[in-house]
């Protein structure tokens, strides 16, 4: 792990990560967001037309809206990641709230 700070590396060593500000500039994640956008929707329309997920939560911006659709079906997030790690219930509302808050067509238990 040469490179990293101390901090860094206890924060590795703690919680699994490290977080890299303003590691990339804006215009070169577009593509990687466009594609992650595409495939979010694409997967939200598939749910919706079986039944899966009662909104599609159109336009709220990315993180909110990929949020609500796991909060609806939490398969989805484990369809479009591969992992088994995330639990609707783990996820504050606080968070939610920041992001913009809540789409229309998800009733909050």
Excluded: W
Aim: net charge negative; charged share 25%.
């Amino acid at each position: 792990m040469a490179g990293l700070t101390a901090a860094q590396k206890q924060q590795y060593e703690e919680q699994g990560f490290v977080v890299f500000e303003r590691l990339f500039e804006p215009e070169e994640l577009q593509p990687v967001i466009a594609e992650l956008d595409e495939s979010v929707d694409r997967l939200a329309r598939k749910y919706h037309a079986e039944g899966r997920i009662t909104s599609l939560c159109e336009g709220a911006g990315f993180a909110t809206r990929f949020l609500e659709l796991c909060r609806q079906n939490e398969a989805m997030y484990n369809e479009l990641t591969g992992s088994q790690h995330f639990r609707a219930g783990d996820v504050r509302s606080a968070q939610a709230s920041q992001a913009g808050g809540h789409c229309r067509g998800h009733r909050r238990p």
